[in-house]
């Protein structure tokens, strides 16, 4: 398991941009495939984007697709998420989380992850 802890999120103006990003602890992090999920009240918790061990292959959802980049710097053990284009159907506490199974994203799914943070809340006001 790695230790991950998000940072970032706040409040935004639809149209704004905003990064969030997660550190992690542990030396093997450049190992594994990293993700993004979010999750908006009342609804069920939804995969963002996702990157392979390298940062060479990204996956996003449709939804904040040409929006969104996912990417990460292994040197800093830090994954990130640069939102643009924000919209207040974004709103939701964001969470990374790690694939400690595997080094190419294998899943959308979030029950594929393995570890994950304590989540960063992310508002966009219309």
């Known amino acids: 398991q790695v230790q991950l802890v998000e940072s970032g999120g706040g409040l935004v103006q639809a149209g704004g941009s905003l990064r969030v990003s997660c550190a992690a602890a542990?030396?093997?992090?450049?190992?594994?495939?990293m993700g993004w999920f979010r999750q908006a009240p009342g609804k069920e918790r939804e995969f963002v984007a996702a990157?392979?061990?390298?940062?060479?292959?990204?996956y996003y959802a449709d939804a904040v697709k040409g929006r969104f980049t996912i990417f990460r710097d292994n040197a800093k053990n830090t994954v990130s998420l640069q939102m643009n284009s924000l919209k207040p159907e974004d709103t939701a506490v964001y969470y990374c989380?790690?694939?400690?199974?595997?080094?190419?994203?294998?899943?959308?799914?979030?029950?594929?992850?393995?570890?994950w943070g304590q989540g960063t809340q992310v508002t966009v006001s219309s």
């Open positions: 990157i392979s061990w390298s940062g060479r292959r990204t």
């Open positions: 989380a790690a694939d400690v199974s595997g080094s190419e994203v294998r899943s959308r799914r979030s029950d594929e992850y393995d570890s």
């Open positions: 542990g030396r093997t992090f450049s190992r594994y495939a």
